[in-house]
């Protein structure tokens, strides 16, 4: 694959395993240039840089713990000296920490918000200007921020009080940016990716019940929003609707 033949760039958070490794390889199947952040999970990253590298494909990964945020602006201080454009953000990571809330210890709850909520307005701030660059060559990409949510940000769900209360909120983060970057042409928009067979749900009673849907299912539901052009502030369901919570 030659250099000019990338399309965008296009930088996702806990891309090591579960629906992050997957977006990476869709967008990288589509000619798109991938920064993958992950938190741990060495042999993972090992074996998706490898098959990238065997498809001729542009994906690089950095070690960048989201929860904390020194390390964030670090990491985007480091692609702003390097001249790099982003063109899309995905803030997918995110962490469980479960208990009832009158057993939620202070620190799981930190914890989650650091991850769940921290992370995603850190990487808002150090993104923005990078998408606002301008580079000698013209690139006519929209922009985008996608926040991956949850259901339960609406309904709840027991033992998830923490979960719940960060995904809320970054809910109520997206509707906020969409409306402070539209006249910056950057838009941004939730996802709810819905109940999928990864390590976070592995051993989840609810997941019996559930009728499968592919993670490159979903992943490619997610890059075909990346494709659309002023659509802002909305919140694209991508669950199965056969299920029910």
């Not at 201080?77 to 997918?92: C, S």
């Amino acid at each position: 694959m030659k250099i000019n033949e990338i399309r965008r760039t296009i930088l996702i958070t806990g891309a090591s395993r579960g629906l992050g490794a997957e977006l990476v390889q869709v967008f990288a199947g589509e000619a798109d240039q991938v920064i993958g952040l992950y938190r741990q999970s060495d042999s993972e990253v090992k074996i998706l840089s490898e098959n990238a590298q065997m498809r001729g494909q542009h994906v690089q990964f950095f070690k960048v713990n989201i929860g904390d945020s020194k390390e964030v602006k670090f990491f985007f201080a480091f692609l702003k000296e390097e001249g790099v454009v982003v063109d899309v953000l995905i803030n997918n990571a995110a962490i469980t920490r479960d208990q009832n809330v009158i057993l939620m210890k202070s620190e799981d709850w930190d914890e989650v918000m650091q991850v769940n909520l921290k992370g995603p307005i850190d990487c808002i701030q150090g993104v923005l200007p990078l998408m606002e660059s301008n580079p000698s060559q013209e690139r006519n990409f929209s922009k985008h921020i996608i926040n991956i949510i949850s259901r339960v940000a609406m309904t709840g769900n027991r033992g998830q009080s923490n979960y719940a209360v960060s995904k809320a909120a970054l809910l109520a983060l997206t509707k906020v940016a969409a409306l402070e970057l539209r006249s910056k042409n950057i838009q941004v928009n939730a996802v709810i990716p819905g109940l999928l067979p990864t390590r976070m749900t592995e051993g989840m009673d609810v997941m019996r019940n559930k009728s499968e849907r592919s993670l490159r299912d979903v992943a490619e539901s997610i890059r075909a929003i990346t494709e659309l052009h002023a659509m802002t502030g909305e919140v694209f369901s991508l669950e199965d609707r056969v299920f029910n919570y």
